[in-house]
């Protein structure tokens, strides 16, 4: 195993196309699961040149306007060019009803051991959860930065701070590891597109990027371990080959930013979507589960940096395999954690559920809860209050 290398890891702002899809899916989760938390809800967005493609298949008590919902969320994230925007864009919806069943009214805060075992997965999947002590969040240096850097990118754009920014953006960190511990900043790079109605002479390049490095590279930066220093790349640019950015210029799809969900490719993940699901698909609740429980082996001490791997079939309640890797960094060994965790986190797609009280986030939290995730990370997240699976409270338990 490599103990030195440079590890880069990238996040992209809410106004990324991809993001802008997650947000709009998640949006819908959100709304059907506020008006009937039974809800079973799958939905998926592509979003290109003034037009929004919105599929999506339910079965709920739930009368959902998909069309407003999507709207709302392109105002919101800040779209007003002509060749893009919420008032103008073309929405399109192939949407299927399923036959309601009396099998999707079970809550799981009320079932007993025995019933949660009866809640089988329906899907099969193979899920990660990695957790690392290199950030207070316990999660990989590179993308908790990248993070941070799109979130401000994003700030500073909202609060007019830097007027000129529009929504779509992205940002890259490298990271120089040495002993798998981090060292060094390699690399900070930030594209940042412009609002089309903004000009400026070619004299004026210096300028921007000077303001973007001290509003948003140097602000980040003040309150970290590890600073930037002389020999650290820095690279902004406003004038890549997407100018304003957006779906007017690239298109967008829901679910193809695994990485930047997770781990920013510093741990293994799972190749579906997080978003657009509804908390019964277990490709999504289960990557939650699996991210709590290797959280908190790292919170005790017992490993620097641990990786839980669930396998779960069709049909079966509990995974048919728990893995676990904590990479030469155990207090004990491998064996025993997975021991432990068995023993201390229930795995079951109803116990996940009834756990993290997945169901009704959305109705007790002010604006939805899902379309949160959807945006700078569904894991590792210190900037929404309360987030179940981030929650260390097994940590006793696991030391015995």
């Not at 490599?2 to 819908?28: N, Y």
């Not at 048919?320 to 030469?328: A, C, D």
């Not at 064996?335 to 986190?345: A, G, H, Q, R, S």
């Amino acid at each position: 195993m490599k103990k030195d290398f440079m590890f880069s890891s990238e996040s992209v702002t809410e106004g990324h196309p991809d993001k802008l899809c997650d947000q709009i899916s998640d949006a819908i989760v959100d709304k059907f699961l506020q008006k009937d938390p039974y809800s079973h809800v799958i939905a998926e967005c592509a979003v290109a040149t003034a037009l929004v493609f919105i599929a999506a298949r339910f079965e709920s008590d739930a009368v959902v306007d998909f069309t407003k919902i999507a709207r709302k969320v392109i105002e919101q994230v800040g779209y007003d060019e002509p060749d893009f925007n919420a008032k103008t864009c073309s929405i399109i919806t192939s949407v299927q009803e399923l036959q309601s069943s009396s099998y999707r009214y079970w809550d799981a805060r009320k079932l007993a051991d025995d019933e949660i075992e009866l809640i089988p997965a329906t899907d099969q999947v193979t899920v990660f959860g990695f957790a690392c002590n290199q950030t207070p969040a316990l999660m990989p240096l590179p993308i908790w930065l990248a993070h941070q850097l799109a979130r401000r990118l994003t700030t500073v754009r909202h609060e007019k701070i830097l007027p000129y920014i529009a929504p779509d953006g992205k940002t890259q960190v490298g990271i120089e590891y040495r002993d798998r511990k981090p060292h060094r900043i390699h690399s900070i790079s930030i594209l940042a597109s412009k609002k089309s109605n903004f000009t400026s002479d070619k004299n004026d390049d210096k300028t921007l990027q000077q303001e973007v490095k001290e509003m948003i590279i140097d602000h980040v930066f003040a309150e970290e371990k590890i600073q930037p220093d002389a020999k650290t790349r820095i690279f902004i640019d406003f004038n890549q080959h997407f100018a304003i950015g957006g779906p007017s210029v690239h298109s967008g799809l829901t679910g193809r930013k695994n990485a930047i969900d997770t781990y920013g490719e510093y741990s293994r993940h799972s190749g579906a979507a997080l978003s657009g699901k509804d908390p019964t698909r277990i490709d999504r609740v289960g990557a939650y589960a699996a991210r709590y429980a290797a959280k908190n082996v790292v919170a005790a001490g017992l490993a620097e940096e641990c990786e839980v791997q669930l396998t779960y079939s069709m049909g079966l309640a509990r995974p048919v395999s728990i893995q676990v890797e904590t990479f030469g960094t155990g207090k004990i060994s491998d064996e025993e954690i997975t021991m432990l965790l068995e023993k201390n986190v229930d795995f079951r797609l109803a116990g996940i559920i009834k756990k993290f009280n997945l169901r009704l986030l959305p109705a007790i939290s002010k604006g939805g809860y899902y379309r949160k995730l959807a945006v700078y990370g569904h894991v590792g997240r210190t900037d929404l209050g309360t987030v179940p699976w981030e929650e260390t409270d097994i940590v006793t338990a696991l030391l015995g």
